[in-house]
């Protein structure tokens, strides 16, 4: 069945150093979601990919979608204690309805 | 909207025992989820339905039931309560139509344990 995996599966960095998450999927997606989860919270939605090569910043984060459409990568920089969290892509299945996520990257900020 | 409504938040049940976790939408989406978050991982979906009246199962559905009589509620219900069914229980919601429609609305959650 259809897979997404993130790596790595957890990151801690100093507050203003950079931070990279990065998304597999085993089939292509029509598109990508990326969620953050906040401890204890529930995951909220960030942003959408639908296209080849997408790229779609908001703020410091940048969102990049692969050319084949079966990967995908989250940057932010310059991170912020804020920033703390567990950062989930998903992969919707188009004929399915199902949407599988990956195992989530959790970042920890140094402040 | 309220968004996604789960009930209870709270609950220790007994190995053997039997719940109902509730879900109800009020976005009249198609699409509701049930996934399980066990701590430090990610979310493993349970069961879904596209609709009033459909369901399917999802990567992990032994030892879980669903039902999706109206378009609002998509109840889980636990038989026999385990050990390993201890987790975070979340409920999720989206309208599929085209492809700005596939945003997932979260429940806040349903802490499980079981002992």
């Known amino acids: 069945g259809q897979q997404v995996m993130q790596i790595p599966q957890y990151q801690h960095v100093q507050e203003g150093e950079d931070f990279t998450t990065y998304c597999n999927s085993s089939?292509?997606?029509?598109?990508i979601q990326w969620y953050k989860q906040r401890p204890g919270g529930h995951p909220v939605f960030l942003i959408q990919l639908v296209k080849s090569g997408e790229v779609k910043k908001q703020k410091r984060l940048t969102f990049q979608f692969g050319e084949a459409k079966k990967n995908s990568s989250l940057h932010i920089t310059a991170t912020q204690t804020t920033d703390v969290g567990t950062y989930f892509c998903a992969g919707p299945n188009s004929n399915t309805g199902k949407l599988i996520f990956g195992q989530g990257t959790t970042l920890q900020v140094k402040p | 909207n309220a968004g996604v409504t789960q009930t209870p938040k709270f609950r220790i049940l007994k190995i053997g025992q039997s719940m109902t976790l509730q879900c109800a939408q009020d976005m009249n989406h198609n699409y509701m989820y049930w996934y399980r978050q066990d701590p430090g991982m990610g979310l493993k979906l349970i069961y879904y339905?596209?609709?009033?009246?459909?369901?399917d199962k999802g990567e992990v559905p032994n030892g879980y039931n669903v039902s999706r009589s109206t378009t609002e509620d998509f109840p889980l219900r636990l038989e026999l309560a385990a050990p390993s069914q201890t987790s975070v229980y979340f409920c999720?919601?989206?309208?599929?139509?085209?492809?700005?429609?596939?945003?997932?609305?979260f429940g806040e959650g349903s802490w499980l344990t079981v002992v």
């Open positions: 339905s596209v609709g009033a009246g459909i369901t």
């Open positions: 089939t292509t997606l029509s598109n």
């Open positions: 999720a919601s989206r309208w599929s139509g085209g492809n700005s429609g596939n945003t997932i609305y």
